[in-house]
């Protein structure tokens, strides 16, 4: 939208207007429940990383129940780490991760220039925790 000079720039394009539910430019799209998605990505010989469980439908957060049926239906990891997740949030998820033991990982959500500055590697998963995560791959 922005390269065919609809919208400025990419903030402009998730509005009401075009993107938001909705819009213009909204098209529904096929939700695969969760734990349904776990199945998937063990059988790819995967591992399911929750991410940025802070963030979920507009301000929520994802409810806790879900992230306990993800954690026993075979998740991996949660992230903890994330530019948008307070020092309350991190603290909640790091207890949460070890109480499922569930792997805390950090991302930094880069989309590219849609932040500045850029968040690439502002928030990253340590080593020790990268080796666990592959540990878990095809369990």
Excluded at 28 to 56: E, N, Q, R, Y
Excluded at 68 to 97: F, I, N
Aim: glycine share 12%; aromatic share 6%; hydrophobic share 40%.
């Amino acid at each position: 939208m922005v390269e065919a000079g609809i919208v400025p720039n990419e903030k402009a394009a998730f509005t009401d207007e075009f993107i938001a539910d909705g819009g213009r430019a909204w098209v529904p799209k096929h939700a695969l429940h969760p734990l349904d998605a776990l199945t998937l990505i063990a059988s790819a010989g995967g591992v399911c990383v929750l991410a940025h469980p802070g963030m979920w439908k507009g301000a929520g957060s994802v409810p806790d129940g879900l992230i306990e049926s993800m954690a026993t239906g075979g998740m991996a990891g949660l992230e903890v780490e994330h530019p948008d997740h307070d020092e309350g949030q991190r603290a909640k998820y790091r207890a949460m991760a070890a109480r499922l033991d569930l792997v805390p990982t950090g991302g930094s959500d880069c989309h590219g220039l849609r932040y500045d500055p850029v968040r690439l590697a502002s928030e990253a998963t340590d080593t020790d925790h990268f080796a666990q995560l592959r540990a878990r791959a095809g369990r």
